[in-house]
T-cell receptor, first 114, second 117 residues
Framework: ETGVTQSPTHLIKTRGQQVTLRCSSQSGHNTVSWYQQALGQGPQFIFQ???????GRGNFPPRFSGLQFPNYSSELNVNALELDDSALYLC?????????????FGPGTRLTVL | AQSVTQLGSHVSVSEGALVLLRCNYSSSVPPYLFWYVQYPNQGLQLLLKYTTGATLVKGINGFEAEFKKSETSFHLTKPSAHMSDAAEYFC???????????????FGKGTKLSVIP
């Protein structure tokens, strides 16, 4: 069984640029959630995708957007990068209907904005 | 709305000593509760979870946690610390699942556990 994978592992961008992060969900999972983890903080929920549609969103501005594809993989896009966007971005997959809300996390993408 | 408070951003214990990491939650609906561990430069690994049933939950690596509804707590314990337990630990809460609605995890700020030889 393949776990959750994310790419790239590290990324450096400059302020104002745009970035796309990618996530492949675990086999059998149909839901993907994205979290932002700033240095020294707990992960914060960005949004969740189920059946290719956004299914809940945290307190993040519209310049954070996402997609889910028919194979349940997902992308997180961030436009007009700001210095405060520097963080570890975690993707988690899960299976709706499993009854436990357990989410399986990938290793994360470390984004640095200069 | 849900929130999690982890008491103590940094806990140090001696190898072989009891580990106790505290977590209190606030939830307007029945909660599911989780403990995750994060090693440096890695993602999160689930240690254990409470959904329904037995309030004492056993997880991996000898950890356990007890759900106390009256105290809104879900403290993590391990009888004897090992050097390999040094990591950051996160408590999280989500609404009890009820269909295909969003069931985001709300995390605490984490507790960094150091184990002294």
């Amino acid at each position: 069984e393949t776990g959750v994978t994310q790419s790239p592992t590290h990324l450096i961008k400059t302020r104002g640029q745009q970035v796309t992060l990618r996530c492949s969900s675990q086999s059998g999972h149909n839901t993907v959630s994205w979290y932002q983890q700033a240095l020294g903080q707990g992960p914060q929920f960005i949004f969740q995708y189920y059946r290719e549609e956004e299914n809940g969103r945290g307190n993040f501005p519209p310049r954070f957007s996402g997609l889910q594809f028919p194979n349940y993989s997902s992308e997180l896009n961030v436009n007009a990068l700001e210095l405060d966007d520097s963080a570890l971005y975690l993707c988690a997959s899960s299976r709706a209907g499993a009854g436990s809300n357990e989410q399986f996390f990938g290793p994360g993408t470390r984004l640095t904005v200069l | 709305a849900q929130s999690v408070t982890q008491l103590g951003s940094h806990v140090s214990v001696s190898e072989g000593a009891l580990v106790l990491l505290r977590c209190n939650y606030s939830s307007s609906v029945p909660p599911y509760l989780f403990w995750y561990v994060q090693y440096p430069n890695q993602g999160l690994q689930l240690l254990l979870k409470y959904t329904t049933g037995a309030t004492l939950v056993k997880g991996i690596n000898g950890f356990e946690a007890e759900f106390k509804k009256s105290e809104t707590s879900f403290h993590l314990t391990k009888p004897s610390a090992h050097m390999s337990d040094a990591a950051e630990y996160f408590c999280a809460v989500s609404p009890a699942y009820s269909g295909a609605g969003s069931y985001q995890l709300t995390f605490g700020k984490g507790t960094k556990l150091s184990v002294i030889p």
